[in-house]
């Protein structure tokens, strides 16, 4: 069983960083394509950022773009989700997803998710 869990949500001033951690299990993570979306209170679920199946090629949503950074440890089975300069309007719970479909942006490109972190930037 698939089975996705993020960590290092939290509270964080405006101008500060966090850091986003996703743990992959029941299969290997290195064939399949991952990715954060996030969702704020009252929005739709949006796609942050992703990060193809060998690591080589990675891909933002417009509002982060120049702030976050993904990356993955396949041997680790790991995403994780560097986030600089955070803003207010990022506060949303973050979401992992798994997927096949290369630079995948859409809710329906990836078949698994995590259960999400809150992340909260307080100005």
């Known amino acids: 069983q698939v089975q996705l869990v993020e960590s290092g949500g939290g509270l964080v001033q405006a101008g500060g960083s966090l850091r986003l951690s996703c743990v992959g299990s029941?299969?290997?993570?290195?064939?399949?394509?991952m990715a954060w979306f996030r969702q704020a209170p009252g929005k739709e679920r949006e796609f942050v950022a992703g990060?193809?199946?060998?690591?080589?090629?990675?891909f933002y949503g417009d509002s982060v773009k120049g702030r976050f950074t993904i990356s993955r440890d396949n041997a680790k089975s790991t995403v994780y989700l560097q986030m600089n300069s955070l803003k207010p309007e990022d506060t949303a719970v973050y979401y992992c997803?798994?997927?096949?479909?290369?630079?995948?942006?859409?809710?329906?490109?990836?078949?698994?998710w995590g259960q999400g972190t809150q992340v909260t930037v307080s100005s």
């Open positions: 990060v193809t199946r060998s690591s080589g090629g990675t």
């Open positions: 997803a798994e997927g096949t479909r290369s630079c995948g942006n859409t809710l329906s490109d990836y078949n698994y």
């Open positions: 029941g299969r290997t993570l290195g064939n399949y394509v």
